[in-house]
């Protein structure tokens, strides 16, 4: 059983920055691809961004491309979401997710395992 939690989000105003956190346990962490996505009132999710189990493969929407970075921190199962430069469109809640795989993945469908998620509000 893969348990994943986030945390780190909040709310902040236009321009600043969050930084998301992802704690994962029951499995070998180092082993998988992670991805965040995000969902806001209305939508459907989306995704955000996502690495390779070796943090060498990385890929962002084109959105968020120059304002948030991923990297992944295997030794203490965790995986990291630098938001900067955050605008109001931002605002979601954040999930973070397990591929059961080592590369990546950009759908949903993708994904075998979920955080509940952590809300991310930004205001103008």
């Known amino acids: 059983q893969v348990q994943l939690v986030e945390s780190g989000g909040g709310l902040v105003q236009a321009g600043g920055s969050l930084r998301l956190s992802c704690a994962a346990s029951g499995r070998t962490f180092s082993s998988y691809a992670m991805g965040w996505f995000r969902q806001a009132p209305g939508k459907e999710r989306e995704f955000v961004a996502a690495?390779?189990?070796?943090?060498?493969?990385?890929e962002y929407t084109n959105s968020v491309k120059g304002r948030f970075t991923i990297s992944r921190d295997n030794a203490k199962n965790t995986v990291y979401l630098q938001m900067n430069s955050l605008k109001p469109e931002d605002t979601a809640v954040y999930y973070c997710?397990?591929?059961?795989?080592?590369?990546?993945?950009?759908?949903?469908?993708?994904?075998?395992?979920w955080g509940a998620g952590t809300q991310v509000t930004v205001s103008s």
């Open positions: 690495i390779s189990w070796s943090g060498r493969g990385i």
């Open positions: 997710a397990l591929r059961s795989a080592s590369v990546y993945a950009i759908l949903p469908r993708g994904y075998n395992y």
